[in-house]
């Protein structure tokens, strides 16, 4: 009794090779779809989420230096009244 078929031998290799064929092409147009929407989105210029955050951490910085400004310019009276006019003065112009 025979064990092996020369045919279905070779037609497993062919499935075989059609199937290894079929995954490389998914990898392939997988990889360049992936290309595509990255430079779409790259020609949006959108601002990517640690850039985003950075820039709130910076603002948050910033808010507190004003805060505490502005407290240091509420105890000095004459300081506050020179730098309302001269904050007048450039709106003026």
Known sequence: MQTKNPIFDDI???ANGAL???QTM???AKTFWQSKIEQALLDLDLVRRDEYENALDRLKAVEEKLSALEAKL???PEVK???VKTAAK???K
Do not use: H, M, Y
Request: glycine residues 12%; hydrophobic residues 35%; positive net charge.
């Open 12 to 14: 497993s290799k062919i």
């Open 20 to 22: 290894g064929f079929a």
């Open 26 to 28: 998914g990898e392939e």
């Open 74 to 76: 509420a105890d000095k």
């Open 81 to 83: 009244k020179a730098t």
């Open 90 to 92: 450039k709106t003026v």
